[in-house]
């Protein structure tokens, strides 16, 4: 398993019109440390985790993957996953390829797509439902086709 990069938010700020989003947020995840954002709704949680996936542009402050800043590199170069609160499924695709389809995108070779759908969707309780769609699933099963989408880039 490869090494997780660290990220650091050094005063960020994001405004919307007159509407602060986020106000100088400042923070240092370690490699490998697992971070949780708790609050209310409307705090800025989900802009955060927007601003450093690449979603939205910071106002202020420098966002770091790394040592590298990463401002002005578009979401696919930052090699970050998120699972959306709302699946964000393919309805016309079934799990297998709902969880492969980032690695399609990118060319990877068929066996190497399956091994990782496989892998992941072990490790998730999914593989007998690899063929279904995702309306034939539960909620649970949905954000966890969408939590193994995101596993099996390995970002």
Excluded: W
């Amino acid at each position: 398993m490869r090494a997780v990069a660290r990220v650091t938010l050094r005063g960020v700020s994001k405004r919307f019109g007159n509407v602060a989003a986020v106000r100088e947020l400042s923070l240092d995840v370690q490699d490998r440390e697992f971070l949780v954002l708790l609050g209310p709704s409307g705090c800025g949680k989900s802009t955060a985790l927007r601003l450093i996936a690449g979603l939205e542009t910071p106002s202020a402050g420098e966002i770091f993957i790394g040592d590298r800043p990463v401002q002005g590199l578009s979401p696919k170069d930052r090699d970050v996953a998120m699972v959306f609160q709302n699946y964000a499924l393919y309805p016309h695709m079934t799990v297998r390829d709902n969880m492969g389809f980032s690695l399609k995108l990118k060319r990877a070779p068929t066996a190497e797509i399956e091994k990782r759908v496989r892998a992941a969707s072990s490790v998730l309780g999914l593989d007998a439902l690899l063929d279904r769609l995702p309306r034939h699933l539960s909620g649970g099963q949905r954000q966890r086709v969408a939590m193994g989408r995101a596993i099996v880039r390995d970002p």
